[in-house]
């Protein structure tokens, strides 16, 4: 039996020192937890004070405790948003009956395949930025890695915990799982593509804050309404969370931008093509930036599944996983005589047709996903307006570059005009980075490590966090 107290290590709010069953399960998984994070996690750093926010409960006093911890002692919680009296299925065809507090015998499958997926991304998006912070434009940046990092580690308890507490010996075993697979592994990679591309640059990073913890907020956002009501509580309360991790994306592109325009600006550079004279000065130029977004959208897009569903029609019907918002559309959150417009090739065309709602669900979810995309655009673009500058960043069409879906067979340019597969070959150039173009980003990541101070290619954020200095110690790296 293990000696560590851990109802005490673990904040939590789902009465743990009374459930034997359950600390059982969690004193076997911590250590193998531990083990996990320092092999697969952050590399190096282990023994630094990180200045890092901790959720110990889910109040607004509870869960922004900021001081100086080492990773490996952060307290990853199990936190619930608090439970609604009388919440009723809010969907589907059990729509109108109680919620479920244990797991609904016909849907077992079908929910543990939803929460093991979840689960899976959060360990995975550790894994990939893991050799991040050797290369950290400041230590700001470098605690925001951390603080990303170990919220997703915690992500990972939220999920585990459902699967412990209410799955039994197979919930168990997936617990394991989800520490045995690894991304990018040949043999035993992570569920879902985009978790296993690198994500070798702090570009990258901020490209996968912004656009991958977005598709991150919307599974959650449909899994937040969900009839099984411990599932939509752990989501509700990772929600606040997420919010973070979008932060840290959207306003590091943002400062990248920045700086490529005070670059252009002191060196007269007006032509948004001129790479070299951008380049030149250390900074990362427009058009490598949109290469950049190509690539983080598309594949992204990629997570939503195939527009057309039935996985995803199943999940709805059955209660379990909702639509973006569900409660504030206006329909009979059934949907079995609607339609939704689903865009497809057809006669060698992108086409909007009218489908059956149900299976469209994945379409619906992704289009939001679009809009709230385009929002970002826009504060992008921003920056570029506030500089003059004659350029506009923009998404790439819905169907450029696809694995997965309606699209995944066809050859799309970033305009989103079907061509054949030999014409985008010797075009890719156009709408993704270029190993030369990798290789420049690559070159720029040098770690700036004195604090205040920030590399090249970047601008200082307009705050610190929780109201710290400009020259704030975020990280005390020991020698
Ligand atoms: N790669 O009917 P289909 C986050 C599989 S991100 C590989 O098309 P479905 C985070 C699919 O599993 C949010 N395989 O789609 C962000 C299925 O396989 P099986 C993560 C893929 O099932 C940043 C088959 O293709 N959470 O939190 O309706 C940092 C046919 O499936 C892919 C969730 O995704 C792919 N891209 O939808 C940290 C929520 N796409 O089962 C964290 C939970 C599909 O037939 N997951 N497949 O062998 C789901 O709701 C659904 O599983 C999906 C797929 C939306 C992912």
Request: aromatic share 10%; proline share 4%.
């Amino acid at each position: 039996m293990s000696e560590v107290d851990y109802t005490a290590l673990i904040p939590n709010n789902v009465d743990l020192a009374s459930d034997a069953r359950l600390k059982r399960a969690l004193e076997a998984w911590y250590p193998k937890y531990i083990e996990w994070w320092k092999t697969k996690g952050p590399v190096g750093f282990q023994d630094s004070d990180v200045y890092l926010r901790t959720a110990v409960g889910v109040d607004s006093e509870g869960w922004a405790k900021f001081g100086y911890v080492k990773m490996p002692e952060y307290r990853w919680g199990i936190l619930l948003a608090p439970k609604e009296e009388g919440r009723t299925i809010a969907f589907g065809q059990h729509k109108g009956e109680p919620v479920w507090q244990e797991v609904p015998g016909e849907y077992r499958a079908m929910l543990r395949r939803l929460i093991v997926i979840q689960g899976d991304t959060e360990p995975a998006s550790v894994e990939q930025q893991r050799f991040l912070g050797q290369t950290a434009p400041s230590l700001y940046d470098m605690r925001n890695l951390f603080q990303v990092n170990v919220e997703e580690g915690r992500h990972l308890w939220a999920m585990v915990y459902l699967l412990q507490k209410y799955f039994g010996r197979d919930g168990r075993e997936e617990a394991e799982d989800l520490l045995k697979r690894t991304s990018g592994d040949a043999d035993k990679p992570r569920i879902l593509g985009a978790f296993n591309e690198a994500t070798p640059d702090w570009l990258s990073f901020f490209m996968f804050t912004t656009f991958t913890d977005r598709d991150g907020k919307m599974q959650l956002e449909s899994l937040a309404t969900s009839g099984f009501d411990p599932l939509a509580r752990t989501t509700r309360f990772m929600l606040t969370e997420e919010g973070h991790h979008m932060f840290v994306g959207r306003t590091g592109v943002e400062r990248v931008i920045q700086k490529t325009c005070e670059v252009m600006k002191e060196h007269g550079i007006t032509d948004p093509a001129d790479k070299d004279g951008v380049r030149k000065h250390g900074a990362i130029d427009l058009a490598t930036i949109q290469k950049k977004i190509n690539f983080h959208y598309s594949v992204t897009l990629d997570l939503f599944g195939a527009e057309i569903s039935t996985n995803a029609a199943n999940s709805f019907n059955a209660g379990l996983k909702g639509r973006f918002r569900e409660l504030k559309i206006d329909d009979d959150h059934q949907l079995e005589n609607d339609t939704y417009p689903v865009s497809k090739v057809v006669d060698g065309k992108v086409q909007v047709v009218d489908t059956p709602a149900l299976s469209a669900i994945n379409a619906r979810l992704c289009d939001d996903y679009m809009d709230d995309c385009e929002k970002v655009m826009k504060r992008w673009n921003r920056v570029l307006q506030t500089h003059d500058l004659d350029y506009a960043l923009s998404l790439p069409h819905r169907a450029f570059s696809r694995a997965v879906g309606e699209f995944s067979d066809v050859y799309v340019t970033g305009a989103g005009e079907i061509v054949s597969e030999t014409e985008w070959n010797e075009r890719k150039d156009e709408w993704l980075a270029s190993d030369a173009d990798l290789e420049y980003i690559l070159s720029l990541m040098q770690s700036e490590t004195s604090p205040g101070k920030y590399a090249s290619w970047i601008a200082p954020p307009r705050a610190g966090i929780n109201g710290q200095a400009g020259d704030f110690e975020y990280v005390k790296l020991v020698a």
